[in-house]
């Protein structure tokens, strides 16, 4: 059986309640959230009120001192800064000099 199709009078109606209630919805909710912020508000104020002092006091007592004196940072030279096993393998291996063989010793009989 196939559906009977609605006019398009019949679906603008429709439509047309179902933003009429969404627009009454979004009042509802935006009296109750102005009213759930205002109460919310004062709470919230001590608790900001009390951060911004204790920012303040921060910043006072940071102000007020002088920054201390550091000695300055010299810069590491290039080569201390690698690896050291890196260097290593980098490293050619030294000039092998000719060993001396010496004689073999004679064994007692």
Not at 14 to 41: P, Q, T, V
Not at 75 to 82: L, N, Y
Request: glycine content about 6%.
């Amino acid at each position: 059986m196939a559906a009977k199709r609605s006019g398009g009078s019949d679906i603008v109606d429709r439509l047309s309640d179902a933003i009429g209630e969404l627009i009454s919805e979004n009042r509802k909710l935006r009296r109750e959230l102005l009213k759930l912020s205002e109460r919310g508000a004062s709470a919230a104020a001590k608790t900001i009120k009390r951060g911004a002092r204790s920012i303040s006091r921060g910043v006072k007592k940071a102000v007020s001192r002088p920054t201390p004196r550091r000695p300055r940072k010299t810069a590491t030279r290039p080569t201390a800064r690698r690896k050291p096993a890196a260097a290593a393998a980098r490293r050619k291996p030294a000039a092998t000099q000719a060993k001396r063989k010496t004689p073999a010793r004679k064994r007692r009989t």
